[in-house]
Structures are given as C-alpha cells and as structure tokens.
C-alpha cells in the first residue's frame, strides 16, 4: 500500500529523531567526560572570582549590624557587640583564619587584627564599643568597618575590581588603588604586547614557509611538514631550557655573532624580553605553519598564472589574488597563536626577567604560593571574556565582510 506524501514526510522525521537520538547516545560518554572533567572544574574555578564565603558566612551578626550604617563615623555599640559575638563563635575553628586571610587582602594587616580581637571575645564586658577601642586601637579606624561591610554580599566583586587595579573604599565607591600597588593593568597590557609581537613574528616566519611547503611536490612536503612537527616531540620544557643554554652569553648564538663580526662583545639575550619573544616564536610557530597550510593547499595555481597572464604585477596579483583566499589561514593560524600566547608560562618563568612575565605567571603564583583562588580566578576570568569578545569580533568579521583586501 503506497504512502501518503504527510505520512512518508511523518517517517522520514521520525527516521531522522531516531537517528540523532543513536548519535547522541553515542556521543554521550565524551559529552559526560567534558562537562564534568573540564566545563564543571573550569566554571567552578571562574566561580571564585566572586565568591565570598568568608564574610558573609563568619561574621552574620556584624554585617546585620551594619547594614544601616552611615560609613562615614564609627558604628554603634550593636555592631561592636555583634562583631564580638561572631568572632567568639568563630574562635578556634577553620573559619577564623579564612575570615583572617580574606580580609588581609582588602586592608594588609587585618589579619592579625582580627586575631587578636578574636581573643579578646572571650573577656568583652559591655560597653563593648569603649572595649575594643581600649584594647584594639584599629578599630577606630572607620576604613576596617568598611572593608566588613562592602563584603556583606555572599557574591563579590573585590577580586574583579582588584584585577582591573580598582578598589571600593570605606564609602563604597570604586576608586583607583595607589599607584605604588596598580599592576594588574600593566599586566595585561604587558600580556597583549608580548602575544601580539610574538604572533607577528611567527607570521612573517611561518606564512613563507607554508607557501613553499603547500607548493612543493608531495614528497618535498612531507619532509618539510615532518620538519615543522618534529619540536611537537620534545618537551616543551626541555625547548625553553635548550634556548636558556644557546642563548646565554658563552652560548652558541653569542659565539657564532662574534664569530661573523656581528659583535664584539656577548649581547645579554636571556633573562629579558629577547629571549623571551625568540623562545616563544619557536615554540609557537608550527602552530601557525600548520593553519596556513591546510588554507594555501587548497589555492590553485592557475589564479596566479591566470592574473600574470592578464597583465597584473607580482605584487597585485599576491595582494589582489593570492592573500584574500589566504586570509582564512592567516587568521587561524593568527588567532591560535595569539590565545596560546595569552596564557603561556613555561617560557617566561624560565627564560623571561621579572618584567616579562605574564598573566600565566600570577595565576600560578596567587594559586600555588599565597593560595588566594579569587585573585587568580579573577585573572584568568578577564583573560576569558577577553579572548572570548576576541572571538566574537572575529566571527563577526570573517562571517560579515569575507575577509576581503581591496
């Protein structure tokens, strides 16, 4: 019995349902693999830069007391007495030291203020607020007071704010930090420049060496593609050290200049933002040859014949002809190394000098050394939204304008 034209449209969806839900099935141990090995871990580490367990948690009875309060003279007695009551609670647990540590981040030297005043609960008497003050002159400092209660919220923008080199005051506006503490943005500014010079070099490096390998003969290309794969089997380590030891001033590339006459005396190319820069381009560079090969491979030869034979210069025809089917590899090849570069550590830990280390450095720092998870969550938050914002301006011109070079 034949079909109707609505009952086989009617079985080819539900073909087509059975079909995606199979694939899904199949796809389901590495979709589950992802999200709970690397989505979750990653949204909980960028989770940090707002978290804000310590002070809302550990001192209730404070923030409560202080929601009301004027910031500009010290609290009243309530608070005083609240403040008291909490850190006698919070005396002897884990919560004391995280509440310590967290607020020694906003006001240095808080930490061991509030150890101290911790205790001291224990043998308050009323008139609380004469009390402390008696016994603990910092807390007549209204700017303590507000470093509680701009961190009354369960979410923060503290580690934010500090990553951008802004602060809130005791008042609760944002403000500049001191300009002796404002490194953040240099930071990042550091960062790009680095990434962007880097990402020049290996383009004006690696775009010569595709064109030559995507218009070799097959035999040729495969050597040349082995060549350019072959630092992938060394450790990424063993490359930076090796650089450490060819660049140093009794190293091979110091020799060989004085050798030329190039110099006369070893030129300091380790430890500074030379070695750095040579380090990275080596390391990153088949990351570009390899984009823009899969691209070149693909432009036919004849384009170029064919603008020759119409009377078009070499330079138009590669400008003209030849870069607009390019400029897909370009800005892969681009894009990859550029991210890569953002958040690179190896290579300015070992070869770099103290002013050429990068944002990788201080999220290792702040998450391996004093253990503060928000500034480094915050760090690497920022560098996310902006590679991401990045990518978004890409797509929106690769998608839009087509890449062309009029």
């Not at 796809?27 to 960028?46: D, E, K, R, S």
Request: charged share 15%.
């Amino acid at each position: 019995m034949s079909l109707s034209a609505t009952e086989l449209a009617a079985q080819v969806r539900k073909a087509d349902r059975r079909h995606e839900r199979l694939m899904l099935g199949l796809a389901a141990p590495t979709i589950g693999f992802i999200v709970v090995f690397f989505a979750l871990p990653l949204a909980l580490f960028l989770f940090r830069s707002v978290d804000n367990p310590e002070v809302h948690d550990t001192l209730p009875r404070t923030l409560a007391a202080l929601a009301h309060w004027d910031r500009r003279t010290l609290p009243d007695e309530a608070a005083f007495a609240a403040l008291l009551a909490d850190l006698k609670t919070a005396q002897g647990k884990p919560e004391l030291s995280m509440l310590a540590r967290r607020l020694n981040y906003v006001v240095p030297g808080f930490r061991s203020i509030i150890i101290r005043t911790a205790r001291l609960s224990g043998e308050a008497t009323p008139a609380y607020r004469d009390f402390l003050i008696a016994r603990e002159p910092a807390w007549r400092d209204v700017a303590h007071w507000g470093a509680i209660a701009n961190e009354s919220s369960r979410l923060t923008d503290f580690y934010l704010l500090g990553a951008l080199d802004l602060r809130r005051t005791a008042e609760g506006r944002i403000a500049r930090v001191d300009p002796q503490n404002a490194v953040f943005l240099d930071l990042f500014a550091r960062t790009f420049w680095i990434s962007l010079t880097v990402t020049l070099f290996c383009l004006a490096i690696g775009f010569p060496v595709a064109v030559v390998i995507a218009q070799a003969k097959p035999d040729t290309a495969n050597l040349l593609l082995i060549l350019v794969l072959l630092p992938f089997w060394s450790s990424l380590l063993v490359r930076a050290t090796a650089w450490i030891i060819l660049l140093q001033d009794e190293g091979l590339v110091n020799q060989a200049l004085i050798w030329l006459g190039v110099i006369e005396r070893p030129v300091k190319l380790i430890f500074n933002r030379i070695g750095l820069i040579i380090s990275m381009t080596h390391v990153l560079l088949p990351f570009m040859i390899l984009p823009l090969y899969s691209v070149l491979k693909g432009i036919p030869r004849d384009h170029m014949r064919a603008a020759a034979s119409l009377g078009a210069p070499p330079v138009v025809a590669f400008r003209r002809v030849y870069l607009p089917q390019a400029l897909p590899g370009v800005v892969a090849g681009s894009a990859l190394v550029f991210v890569i570069s953002l958040g690179y550590y190896v290579a300015p830990a070992l070869v770099g000098g103290p002013g050429d280390q990068m944002i990788g450095y201080f999220v290792a720092y702040f998450t391996s050394s004093t253990a503060n998870w928000g500034m480094a969550s915050a760090l690497g938050s920022l560098l996310l939204v902006i590679v991401a914002l990045m990518y978004l301006s890409l797509a929106r011109v690769v998608g839009f304008d087509r890449l062309r070079v009029r």
